[in-house]
């Protein structure tokens, strides 16, 4: 064999066993320790330290370093070479919520390509840098607690801007209301005659008895909002409501007769049963409210408010019978209710998904005034007129007033328009009503008369904000 080849040949065993005493140490340095990480040694590598082993070098150090020296050396080591991650968390909130100064650069930085798709993704702020400059430059700020929009000239990409612009509930925008009632007085019907066969106190009725009976009537109402702060608002509200009706009968000569029930009793006499009858009764309210409305609660799922205010009202109702066979005799009746006093209220609203909203309204006002009531009879017989009774009352009430409103609404998309919908009830407890009145005059005892009022019906609104 040529030297050459022995040379070659000697050369490759010397690499293989080189290569095979890497492979041994690297087993068993894996059994020594199971727990260190795995590392491959490659073929270049081990032949370089194979050969670093003949090579003379710098003389070893002083071996006195302990063990736990070395440790904490190693753990150093460690330590430079992976970053600390709290220090890095750290790092980026400050980056995402800290308020950022606009960069001075030409070029308005370009929005991320990919839109959020859900609301998890909306939670994240994204980078300042992927905020879409609107116009003015201006950066896009959030808070740590929640992820809001500061600045209403820029939007979170692909999201939802605060439709107000301000980030303030409807009910404390500023706007105007108007509010149309469909309202029926309850309570109040008055009987005012009753068909009898006959004459007399010896008469048996032979038909319904006539009611003066208010029926469903229209009034409005119209009010503005004044923006205070995000959870404040101050409001003021007009009503009007107004109920007329017009009620009349007759009976044909020889089948029987009314008996006029509203007349005083000891003016009745054989002459007092009539052919025909009428009846009108007019009944109206005028309420001004002015409230100062604040949030108590501000959750996921409601919203409660808290309005106090006060309040004034003015109640009216107005009667009037006739009844005439050969004369006529008319009673007429006024009552008033003047009062004010303060209001207390809680106003509950329930979001629903998209733009609809469930709420329930509940008032309490505490009015002190006066009741004023009048009640004349007057009979004209030959063309002249002659008072048969009167009566008269002017007493201080302190009426309370229950106020119960539940509906639903829909919000416009841009946020500046509301309309709702809702059954209204409130009832004036302690307070006069018109039958309870003329049955005190019948009696002749006008001692503490009492009787509550209760209006109820619908309500459709309309609310413009801005």
């Not at 119960?404 to 009830?425: H, T």
Request: charged share 20%.
């Amino acid at each position: 064999m040529r030297p050459t080849a022995f040379r070659t040949a000697l050369g490759v065993a010397l690499l293989f066993s080189i290569l095979a005493s890497a492979d041994l140490g690297a087993a068993e340095q894996e059994n020594i320790n199971s727990t260190a990480p795995k590392k491959k040694t490659s073929v270049a590598a081990a032949v370089k330290g194979f050969f670093a082993k003949f090579r003379p070098g710098p003389k070893k150090a002083s071996s006195s370093l302990t063990k736990a020296d070395k440790h904490a050396g190693t753990t150093t080591l460690q330590k430079a070479e992976t970053p600390d991650q709290d220090v890095l968390v750290k790092k980026a909130k400050k980056a995402i919520f800290r308020p950022a100064v606009a960069k001075t650069s030409s070029t308005p930085p370009v929005p991320p390509t990919q839109p959020r798709s859900t609301t998890d993704d909306l939670l994240i702020p994204p980078p300042l840098e992927a905020a879409a400059h609107r116009g003015l430059g201006r950066p896009v700020v959030y808070e740590a607690d929640t992820v809001r929009l500061l600045d209403d000239e820029n939007c979170v990409p692909a999201g939802d801007c605060d439709p107000s612009g301000r980030g303030v509930r409807q009910n404390h925008r500023s706007g105007l209301i108007g509010e149309f009632l469909y309202l029926q007085a309850r309570s109040v019907d008055i009987p005012y005659a009753t068909p009898t066969d006959g004459l007399g106190t010896n008469a048996v009725p032979i038909g319904a008895t006539l009611y003066a009976d208010p029926m469903f009537q229209p009034g409005f109402r119209v009010g503005l909002t004044s923006n205070l702060t995000d959870e404040s608002s101050l409001s003021g509200n007009y009503w009007f409501y107004q109920s007329q009706l017009h009620r009349s009968a007759s009976l044909p000569g020889g089948t029987g007769y009314f008996d006029p029930i509203t007349m005083h009793p000891n003016t009745l006499s054989v002459i007092s049963d009539n052919l025909a009858t009428s009846a009108e009764f007019d009944l109206d309210f005028d309420v001004v409210d002015a409230h100062y409305r604040s949030t108590v609660y501000d959750g996921d799922l409601y919203y409660l408010d808290l309005t106090v205010g006060a309040r004034y009202t003015r109640i009216d109702e107005d009667f009037h019978a006739s009844y005439s066979v050969l004369g006529t005799t008319d009673v007429d009746t006024a009552l008033g209710f003047d009062g004010c006093g303060p209001r207390l209220g809680l106003e509950l609203e329930r979001p629903f998904d998209g733009r609809m909203h469930l709420f329930v309204r509940s008032a309490l006002s505490m009015l002190l005034g006066h009741v004023t009531a009048e009640y004349v009879q007057t009979n004209s017989f030959g063309g002249s007129t002659t008072p048969q009774a009167t009566a008269e009352i002017d007493d201080s009430r302190f009426v309370p007033v229950t106020e119960l409103e539940v509906g639903i609404g829909w919000d416009s998309p841009n946020g500046n328009w509301r309309f709702s919908g809702a059954y209204y009830v409130a009832t004036y407890h302690n307070t006069l009503t018109t039958g309870r009145f003329i049955q005190g005059v019948q009696d002749n005892n006008l001692y503490k008369l009492d009787d509550s009022l209760t209006f109820d019906g619908l309500q459709a609104r309309i609310e413009i904000h801005w």
